[in-house]
Each structure stands twice: as structure tokens, then as C-alpha cells.
């Protein structure tokens, strides 16, 4: 994970400013949190409890006095420095009465007890003092709480001041978090699909679409959660259990060292967590991926499995891997259960009722008043708010961890450059010197390949499957780079042209074409903004399809839906046709172009093609012999190897492989009919 999370943290980087104004905001945003606690500690302990503070009698017109039968008191806290004090006096609570002690010295300690005009308290050490006392009515005890009204109001209105100011700057906070985060993602993912198209076609053979599509979405989505919700609690949760725990040591530092255990608990907690979690994530984004793969194959074949009749086995399999993940999922469920906010009460209230035991039997000392104590409980509910916030992203941040060793694998895998740099048109003169090519090492598919075609050739490749032909057309393309020999275009070799230099001036046409979602015109367009309108419209006339095209409800701007399925297979093709023509190659291949085409639609191809190979190298895969016969030249290729060549008429006189395999194929059409 480190090299990933240096990543991870190098893509938050591109964003640090919001990040870093985040940050500081959250910052902010807990030193004013933090202050509510001392403001209640100050209204508890000095506005509200302080009324037993020793009160002395004073003068009438004295600020803060308070009038008690033919007297005027004043609390302590309120002399002013310097002023003579007279007689002492308490004002203390037994039960819910308060009452007025006229005496000195009394002690805040001990059990009370109001009995014949004397307050009785009883100490630890089992003495028991008597003190003459008058029991206040709500009046009075009203009057001598009067004094501090305008100070609690201040107080009160401080306290919710610096929650409204709190829950501003949080929001920004939160707001430029998950702004960033998205930002960072969408950049992610931008880097993840651009790097897609720079991955060699081999990739694709070895990993299924729903593989791709599952890091595309899924994972970066989980990275997503990573910077807006993990990163943002583990921030701001660990900026404020160090901002409570001094809090709490400015509060008392007996208290904050029995909170202090708190800290390696949770990474204890935490370590032990990443334990279990990590295996079981693995497995769980592994098979969302098969399940992601899987779905994509099954709908790309459903009518073959339909016609075979294999609804149930594929079920079965789906449902194996269904269970797999919905197992795996419920071990992580049961460890989040186990580890989840629940087991933070459980500590959070345990420690809660060692404090107040501990409270109630004086062993915290004098220090620690109900306002002190009230203040460590609120600051310890407020500690646990960010524990539970970490705690719970536990999960997440592995999923996220996960996800991103995925898709930096993904995104380490070698690809080539996409050049934006332009040739001049090529002639396409065609040339393959001893090439010999293997997908997998020591099984050669392609042995010793030599031939030339000139500018304006057509050449047919055929042969029965698996002797080469495809491989042919794949090295020309480049899709796969020659191991041995050479291939050149106009006495260049092809690999000190860039990719997109050499498919530049080149058209394809498979057996099987391939429509984007989209509208038929951009089809043959690809959305270029070299090609026109009118060369779109001029592309079609030259296939024979324009008419047919434009006999449709939206006539170009059909829609034209996934794979073009609501077209027929010869309506396809001649999208797939156009498309090439469209972007006037040098050289065109056609990859068993009128294998699936009606007869008739066939005719329409043949008739165009007369017109459109001039000047063109034209390549052609055909099965179907009686295609090309007016073919240049004729390469017949048996287990990699050109075994004859020449054109119709030559191999015919051979009586070789080609002559056998035309006279097949004319004795089986001569039977059909």
C-alpha cells in the first residue's frame, strides 16, 4: 500500500488548496467546538453552583447586592479588589431547600441535614457540625440568583454563538473536501479510460469488458469514498481527539490521564481490523469483478444461450459466484458489527461510571467540581463522535485500498503513447519481408511471410481457419508488433511510424462491425470533424446505401442504439463500409466484410468496391472464393505459411489447394441449388 498511498496522496495534491483551506477551517472549526465545554463548566461551577460560595454583608447601593431581611449581601466572586467585607454568611442547598446560614467557616463537604432551625453536617470522619439556618423561600433563593442572569443570558448566547460559527466553518469545511474529492476522481477516472485506449489490443484478449468496466466504475468510486468520507473522518477525527485530550489536561490533568488509555485502544483496534478486513476485501472486489464480467458476457450471448438452452447453467454459475461474494460479504458485516461504534459505548460507559464513582467518593479531590466533571463528560461524548467516525470507515478505507491497487495496476500496465503528430498521405505500397510472428513464445502462427502488394492491388488472403490470415492483417495494423522480419509501407518500416500515423491513412472492415451508440451518420463519421456532411452522405452514395438509409423515419439521424442491433446485418455493414470509405485510405482491409451479407447487399458491396479500389492497396479475408476472383493476387496459406500465390486463373491451372478448395465450394453452392 505505501507506493499506492503515495499515489493516492500525489492525485489529492493536485488539489491542496482547497484541501489545505479545508483543513484549516476544520482546524478553526474544533477550537471554537471545544470552547462550549468551558462555557458550560463557567455557568455550572460560578453561575449556578456558586451560590454556596461565602457571601459578606455589604453596603445597599453596592452592584451585585442582594437584599436578605434588613440586610445586603454580596458574593464573594464579586467583591470588588480592595472593598471591606462585612459578616459572613452561606447560602446552602439540602435536598432541593436553600438556606441561609449566618455563619462563618462552614464547610462545602459532608452530608446535610435541616432539623429545628439548624443545618446539620455530617463529615467523613463521622463529627458532626451544627449551624444556626433559615430556610429561603423560591423568592428569595430567586433574589440571590438574580445577580447572575445577565451573565448565563451572556454565556448562553456565547455558546450558541460559536455553534452557528462551528456549523459554518464545517460546512465549508465538508463542502471543499468532497468538492476536491470529486475532482480528484474525475481526474482518476479520466486517467484510468485515456490509459485504456493506450493499452495494446492483447490486453482486451486476456481481460474481459466487464473486468475493464468494473475498475473504470466501481473502484474509483470506492477511491471516491476514500478522499470524501474516509480521509475526511481520520482528518478531522484525529484533529479532535488531540484538541479534546489538551483540552482535557487544561481541565484537569488527573482526568485526561485516565481518558489518555483511549489512544492505543483504537489502534490496537484498528490494526487488528485492517487484518481481517484486507483478506476479505480482496475477495469481495475480486468477485464483483467476475459477477461485473460475467453479467457483460451473458448479455453479449444471451441468444445463444437462449437457443442452447443454458439459462440454468449460466444461473448456476452466476449463483456461485453470488454466493461467494454474499459470504464474504457477511464475514466483513459480522467484523464491522463486532468492531462498530457499539464497542465504543461499551468503553465510553465504562469509563464514564469509573468517573463518577470516583467522583462520589472524593478521590479526584476538591478540584474537580460537577462543572469540571459535567465538562470531561462532554468532552468525552465529544471524543467518541470522531472514534465512531473513524471506526466506521474502517471498511471503506479498505475497500478503497483495495480498489486503488486495482487500478494502479490498470494504469501500470505498458501502453503506448496516443500521438496527436499527422503524414502526409502514403502510397501504399505494401511490404513483408520473412516475417514470422507467435502470440505465445515458441508457437508460431505466421512462418517466414513474404510478399508485396503495390499501390492499387487487391490481394485476397485465404485459407482455412487458424492458417494466418487474421495475424496478417493484425501486424499490418499494428495491433501486434512483428518479433522477426519486417513490414513496411513505401520502403518505411512500419515501427518508425507511430501508431497513429500508420492507421492514419488506413480503412477496416470486419466481419462482424462494430456501431456506436449514436446516429448513422455519425457512425460513418466517427464524429471527425474532418469528415463533412456531405463526405459522410458521399460515402454512403459510394456503397450503394444512401437510398436505403435514407428510406428510415430519421433518414442519416436514425438513432442507431448499442451495436446497431435494431439494423440488419447487411445495414450494419454498410454503415462499417462507409465508415471506411469515409476516411479515404490509402490502404483498406476487408476482414470477411461479405461473410454475413445477404446475396444481394453483397452485389451492391462488389459493384462499389470496382469503383473505390482504385488507387487503393486493398486486402481482402474472404471465405467465400467466387468474392475474389478479380483479385490481383492470391495468397493461399496453410499453418502460417504461403503455400501458393498468384491470381484466379494462375491457381486454377496449379490445380493445387486453391483449385481444390474453389471446386468444394462450387460443388456445395452448385448442390444447394
Excluded: C
Excluded at 459578606?56 to 451585585?64: L, M, S, V
Amino acid at each position: 500500500m505505501g507506493n499506492n498511498g503515495k499515489r493516492l496522496f500525489n492525485y489529492a495534491w493536485n488539489y491542496k488548496k482547497p484541501i489545505i483551506i479545508a483543513l484549516a477551517l476544520l482546524l478553526i472549526a474544533v477550537g471554537v467546538e471545544l470552547v462550549g465545554p468551558f462555557l458550560a463548566k463557567r455557568m455550572i461551577d460560578t453561575n449556578i453552583m456558586g451560590i454556596e460560595k461565602p457571601w459578606y454583608e455589604t453596603k445597599q447601593d453596592a452592584k451585585h447586592a442582594v437584599s436578605y431581611k434588613n440586610g445586603w449581601y454580596i458574593r464573594e466572586d464579586h467583591f470588588v479588589s480592595g472593598e471591606p467585607k462585612g459578616r459572613e454568611v452561606r447560602i446552602l442547598q439540602s435536598g432541593r431547600s436553600y438556606y441561609f446560614v449566618d455563619a462563618a467557616g462552614v464547610p462545602n463537604t459532608g452530608k446535610r441535614t435541616f432539623e429545628g432551625g439548624a443545618l446539620s453536617i455530617a463529615m467523613q470522619d463521622g463529627t458532626k457540625l451544627d449551624y444556626p439556618a433559615e430556610k429561603l423561600t423560591k423568592g428569595e433563593v430567586y433574589e440571590f440568583y438574580k445577580p447572575e442572569f445577565r451573565s448565563i443570558a451572556m454565556l448562553a448566547i456565547s455558546y450558541v454563538g460559536l455553534l452557528l460559527i462551528g456549523g459554518v466553518l464545517a460546512y465549508w469545511q465538508r463542502l471543499l473536501l468532497q468538492v476536491s474529492a470529486n475532482r480528484i476522481v474525475r481526474q482518476m477516472r479520466n486517467d484510468v479510460f485515456r490509459h485504456i485506449q493506450r493499452l495494446p489490443v492483447q490486453y482486451f484478449d486476456n481481460l474481459p469488458a466487464g473486468k475493464v468496466v468494473s475498475r473504470v466504475t466501481n473502484d474509483t468510486e470506492a477511491i471516491r469514498e476514500l478522499y470524501v468520507s474516509v480521509l475526511a473522518n481520520f482528518f478531522s477525527g484525529v484533529i479532535y481527539i488531540a484538541a479534546i485530550i489538551g483540552a482535557v489536561f487544561v481541565l484537569d490533568a488527573n482526568l485526561a490521564l485516565i481518558a489518555l488509555p483511549f489512544i492505543p485502544i483504537l489502534y490496537v483496534w484498528i490494526v487488528v481490523y485492517r487484518k481481517f478486513a484486507a483478506k476479505y476485501n480482496h475477495v469481495i472486489r475480486s468477485r464483483l469483478s467476475d459477477i461485473n464480467g460475467m453479467i457483460n458476457e451473458s448479455i453479449q450471448g444471451m441468444p445463444i444461450i437462449q437457443a442452447f438452452r443454458k439459462e440454468k447453467e449460466t444461473m448456476g454459475e452466476f449463483h456461485e459466484m453470488n454466493d461467494e461474494y454474499f459470504k464474504y460479504q457477511n464475514k466483513l458485516l459480522t467484523l464491522n458489527s463486532v468492531t462498530s461504534h457499539n464497542l465504543v459505548n461499551v468503553f465510553r460507559n465504562v469509563l464514564f461510571m469509573a468517573v463518577i464513582w470516583m467522583f462520589a467518593g472524593d478521590w479526584l479531590g476538591t478540584a474537580v467540581t460537577v462543572g469540571v466533571l459535567y465538562a470531561f463528560i462532554d468532552y468525552m461524548n465529544r471524543m467518541m463522535q470522531p472514534i465512531v467516525g473513524i471506526v466506521n470507515q474502517l471498511s471503506n478505507l479498505e475497500v478503497a485500498r483495495v480498489s486503488a491497487e486495482r487500478v494502479f495496476t490498470l494504469l501500470d500496465e505498458p501502453g503506448i503513447e496516443v500521438s496527436d503528430s499527422r503524414i502526409e498521405r502514403y502510397k501504399g505500397n505494401v511490404s513483408f519481408e520473412d516475417v514470422s510472428f507467435a502470440y505465445k513464445p515458441g508457437e508460431d502462427v505466421l512462418k517466414n511471410i513474404t510478399f508485396g502488394a503495390k499501390q492499387g492491388e487487391t490481394v485476397a488472403l485465404v485459407g482455412h481457419t487458424g492458417s494466418g490470415k487474421s495475424s496478417i492483417l493484425n501486424l499490418l495494423f499494428r495491433f501486434y508488433d512483428v518479433e522477426r522480419g519486417s513490414i513496411s509501407i513505401d520502403g518505411v518500416d512500419v515501427k518508425k511510424m507511430t501508431k497513429q500515423e500508420l492507421r492514419q491513412h488506413m480503412g477496416i472492415v470486419l466481419q462482424d462491425p462494430f456501431l456506436f451508440t449514436g446516429t448513422i451518420a455519425s457512425n460513418v463519421s466517427l464524429d471527425d470533424p474532418s469528415i463533412s456532411r456531405e463526405k459522410v452522405e458521399q460515402a454512403l452514395r459510394d456503397v450503394g446505401a444512401y437510398d436505403m438509409f435514407m428510406q428510415l423515419p430519421g433518414g442519416l439521424d436514425e438513432p442507431v442504439i448499442e451495436k446497431g442491433s435494431t439494423l440488419s446485418a447487411g445495414q450494419r455493414q454498410l454503415i462499417s463500409f462507409a465508415r471506411a470509405l469515409a476516411f479515404d485510405p490509402a490502404i483498406l482491409i476487408l476482414d470477411e466484410a461479405t461473410a454475413s451479407i445477404d446475396t444481394e447487399t453483397e452485389a451492391i458491396i462488389q459493384a462499389a468496391l470496382d469503383v473505390l479500389k482504385r488507387g487503393r492497396t486493398t486486402f481482402v479475408i474472404a471465405h467465400r472464393l467466387s468474392t475474389i476472383r478479380a483479385a490481383d493476387q492470391i495468397l493461399v496459406l496453410d499453418r502460417g505459411r504461403i503455400v501458393e500465390r498468384g491470381n484466379h486463373d494462375e491457381l486454377m491451372q496449379q490445380g493445387g489447394k486453391y483449385f481444390a478448395m474453389y471446386q468444394l465450394q462450387l460443388g456445395a453452392a452448385e448442390g444447394v441449388a
